[in-house]
């Protein structure tokens, strides 16, 4: 409920700076007190960059409310699909993105070929 309320604030370039902090601190100090093996905690650091606010807020809340809180071999499957998904979504998202790139690049190249 909180995040929906921050959505629709107008916040500063600072305050959004700020605010990231905040939420990584929250974040580096779940992960490092929760009972996740290294392996894992290692493979959601690597990914992390990768994830939405949205997937944040939710990994951050779910750490909170304890349903992130032992290692047992089904929270490791719950996370490793997560993070799987998270990884299909950055795939994707660079692929398009690559496309694009590729596309914009070529339209270019023409429009030089085409003058020269």
């Known amino acids: 409920m ?3 309320n921050l959505q629709k604030l107008e ?6 700076l700020d605010l990231a902090d905040a939420h990584g601190r929250k974040l580096g100090a779940l992960l ?4 996740l093996t290294d392996d894992l905690k290692d493979a ?6 990768y994830a ?3 997937q944040l807020d939710a990994l951050i809340n779910m750490m909170e409310d304890g349903l992130i ?3 047992s071999e ?13 990884k299909r ?16 690049l070529e339209i270019l190249e023409n429009k030089i070929k085409g003058s020269g």
Do not use: M
């Open 32 to 35: 490092a007190t929760s009972a």
């Open 11 to 16: 916040l500063s370039k600072e305050e959004i």
């Open 44 to 49: 959601l650091i690597g990914i992390l960059q």
């Open 2 to 4: 909180e995040n929906n």
């Open 74 to 86: 089904e929270a490791d499957d719950f996370l490793r699909i997560e993070l799987s998904a998270l």
């Open 89 to 104: 979504d950055y795939d994707k998202a660079n692929e398009n993105l690559d496309k694009d790139i590729l596309s914009k």
């Open 52 to 54: 939405t606010p949205k």
């Open 69 to 71: 809180s032992v290692a």
